[in-house]
């Protein structure tokens, strides 16, 4: 007996109105960038809501839970992830696509290198011109030496007037280009930078802010540190840094040095997660997370960035402890792999 498997014909998505053909398990957003749409968009995995559009007709199967990243009121005008949204049928949708027309190219050469743990590089890159972006927000960067792979990184500098930026960044086990950049000499090799990317940074306000990082993590949240004492550093500060061991720490003498100069109350407070390690460690052991209560002091805002379990613990730890969602901002640092040009 022989069976016939016919293939299942693309569903049609209509974006914007105009017509495109998804292949079967192919997401809304690759479906548009595979057919030329400038498709706003920086993560590709669910964790920034750049591709957030909204749905006007037809069905989607979500990839991921997306109630963490977009509102009540977003969720309920319809809006979806494009990155996590894959058609069931006929769908049409609406995205509002000058969100994308912010983004540019700059070409830089690396200038810097220096290793700050064992897993752990800092990159210092001079453009070739000024990148306008707000601490907090990262790049897609794209390396001569590896144009095949792309990855993004989060500044880990407010922008300087000389057009130079810095990136954290980990090695990820497996990693194509992460481990080139943690093990090869790099300096004078040229790069190209997409961005700015990402919601990611300090909102104006004057409550206390709480700050709570894991691993290369902390790379934008001390470039919105630079950026709030740029402009007074008079908001309380509670740093919470989750690390593993005592090797993980690092940046911090430039954190006392920006503890030093501000202008109100700075407690930093590192956390180690493994007990096994480093039985001389004086300080809090466990998860950063489980620090969090005790910080709460005030309508707090709070910023977080590090890996995605770290991020979800403290989001519902914060929103059981009556902080509003609005309040709380987030990036959630990832390795999954995703389609076509993002390679770790």
Same mark, same amino acid.
Request: with cysteine; glycine share 10%; net charge negative.
């Given at each position: 007996?022989? #069976? ?21 398990? !192919? ?13 706003? /968009? ?22 991921? $839970? ?13 809006? @979806? ?6 058609? &069931? ?14 983004? +540019? ?9 220096? &290793?700050?743990? /064992? ?17 907090? +927000? ?5 390396? *001569?030496?590896?144009? =095949? ?12 007037? *000389? ?18 950049? /943690? ?5 004078? $090799? #040229? ?11 300090? &909102? ?21 540190? $630079? ?6 550093? !008079? ?10 061991? =005592?090797? *993980?720490?690092?940046?911090?003498? +430039? @954190?006392? $040095? ?14 180690? #997660? ?36 770290? @991020? *979800?613990?403290? @989001? ?29």
């Amino acid at each position: 007996m022989f #069976s016939f498997f016919r293939k299942k014909p693309p569903a049609q998505a209509r974006i914007n109105g105009e017509s495109v053909a998804v292949q079967a398990g !192919e997401t809304l957003l690759h479906a548009a960038l595979r057919h030329g749409i400038d498709f706003p /968009h920086s993560c590709r995995v669910g964790g920034c809501a750049s591709c957030k559009c909204r749905l006007v007709s037809g069905q989607v199967r979500e990839l991921t $839970e997306t109630s963490y990243i977009l509102s009540d009121e977003e969720l309920d005008a319809g809006f @979806i992830l494009a990155c996590q949204s894959v058609p &069931r049928g006929e769908v049409e949708i609406e995205v509002d696509l000058a969100a994308q027309q912010g983004h +540019q190219r700059v070409r830089g050469r690396v200038v810097d290198q220096q &290793r700050l743990t /064992h897993d752990i590089t800092r990159l210092v890159v001079q453009l070739e011109q000024s990148l306008p972006y707000r601490a907090g +927000q990262y790049a897609e960067l794209s390396f *001569d030496l590896l144009p =095949q792979h792309a990855r993004s990184f989060s500044f880990a500098t407010r922008q300087q007037p *000389d057009a130079q930026v810095s990136f954290f960044v980990r090695q990820v086990p497996g990693g194509v280009l992460t481990s080139a950049l /943690h093990s090869r000499a790099l300096v004078g $090799e #040229s790069v190209t930078l997409a961005g700015p990317l990402g919601d990611f940074y300090l &909102r104006p306000a004057s409550a206390p802010l709480l700050l709570v990082a894991g691993g290369s993590g902390l790379a934008p949240i001390l470039a919105l540190l $630079e950026e709030a004492l740029a402009t007074g550093g !008079e908001r309380p500060v509670t740093l919470l840094f989750g690390a593993r061991a =005592q090797r *993980d720490l690092y940046a911090l003498e +430039q @954190i006392r $040095e920006l503890a030093g100069q501000w202008n109100a109350p700075f407690n930093f407070v590192p956390v180690l #997660s493994d007990a096994a390690l480093d039985t001389s460690w004086g300080g809090l052991r466990g998860q950063v997370t489980a620090q969090i209560g005790q910080h709460l002091v005030g309508a707090v805002h709070a910023y977080l960035c590090g890996p995605p379990g770290m @991020i *979800d613990r403290a @989001i519902e730890v914060l929103l059981n402890a009556g902080v509003a969602r609005e309040h709380i901002h987030f990036d959630r640092f990832t390795t999954l792999p995703v389609p076509a040009t993002a390679s770790v």
